[in-house]
């Protein structure tokens, strides 16, 4: 296994979500991130949950620091993913929600759903979540119940 950094963020997808997938895979990379691919890799039928757990294992393991779900409304895979152990998975519409997510859920996985917002809004997401921090404070003592 590879050594992975801070700047590694992991990402997955079912079919519905690949292109999307796909779009973000380039953004990450311009904004200077290693990608650590966890499929699926074309746009023939899978099951959201196996791509949601293998993100959920990635993180356990340290594989990655932070990841990013697609499927078709972000919603089953980010389920699947947050059954693991410090995964906290948030599914997004907006860049309002995105930064959110962070500075009140320390949420560590942005999930899509390419269905739901398209590719321009996706990395808008994207560039929030990645570039918000955890407020802690007030917050901190709810996302520990988690």
Known sequence: MTA??????????DHAG???KEALKVELVALGHQVLDL????TERVDYP???????SAIEKGEAL???????????ISMAANHHSGVRAAVCHDTTT???????????V??????IVGT????????????????GGRHKPRVDKI
Do not use: Q
């Open 39 to 42: 499929g699926t890799h074309g």
């Open 66 to 76: 932070r990841g990013v779900l697609v499927c078709g409304t972000g919603i089953g």
């Open 98 to 108: 995105a930064r959110l997510s962070r500075a009140h859920n320390d949420a560590n």
């Open 18 to 20: 690949y292109a999307l």
């Open 4 to 13: 992975m950094t801070r700047d590694t963020v992991a990402i997955a997808s």
């Open 120 to 135: 321009e809004v996706a990395i808008d997401c994207l560039k929030v979540f990645l570039g918000s921090r955890f407020e």
């Open 50 to 56: 196996d791509f949601g757990h293998a993100m959920g």
């Open 110 to 115: 942005l999930a899509l759903g390419a269905r």
